[in-house]
């Protein structure tokens, strides 16, 4: 029974100090930079920047449902389909040091074609290492304007 007791008081403290760490400091800054570099590097076609940027079991669920993985990823960005990306962050949230939830929006086009998309995100980072990387992304169309 004292073992239950301290367990639970355990897992207590734990549940009560993961909570998110709302940060208007270098730590936010320093990923506001990172997930803005998200946007950059897809236009540049930096599969390199990306393969970086991305951790090794991503998962990128797209606004139409698609599943894409690292693999995915990567071949999206060599492809070299967006014309234009633009991006702002909306809040980040720190759970403990090395976790961080980005929520945000993007508005861009595609090359070659008469598309745009505007679209809301959920991203996932994780400090591995003393550097940021993108385990999860989420993204759905944004509600539409009224005219």
């Known amino acids: 029974m004292k073992q239950m007791l301290t367990g639970l008081a355990l897992l207590a403290s734990v549940v ?3 909570g998110p760490v709302l940060a208007g400091d270098a730590k936010d800054d320093a990923l506001r930079a990172v997930d803005k570099g998200w946007g950059t590097a897809y236009v540049a076609c930096d599969v ?4 970086t940027l991305l951790g090794k079991d991503v998962v990128f669920i797209h606004n139409n449902g698609m599943i894409d993985d690292k693999a995915k990823q990567l071949a999206s960005v060599k492809a070299c389909m967006i014309g234009s990306l633009q991006s702002a962050v ?3 949230r720190f759970y403990g040091d090395n976790t961080a939830v980005v929520l945000g929006n993007m508005q861009g086009t595609l090359k ?3 598309f745009r998309f505007d679209l809301l ?3 996932v980072y994780v400090k591995q ?4 990387a993108l ?8 509600p539409k304007k009224a005219n």
């Open 121 to 123: 995100y959920t991203r």
């Open 129 to 132: 290492g003393s550097a940021w």
């Open 16 to 18: 009560v100090g993961a």
């Open 90 to 92: 909306s809040s980040v």
């Open 135 to 142: 385990v999860s992304h989420q993204s759905t169309d944004a």
């Open 48 to 51: 390199k920047a990306w393969d």
């Open 112 to 114: 070659g074609r008469d």
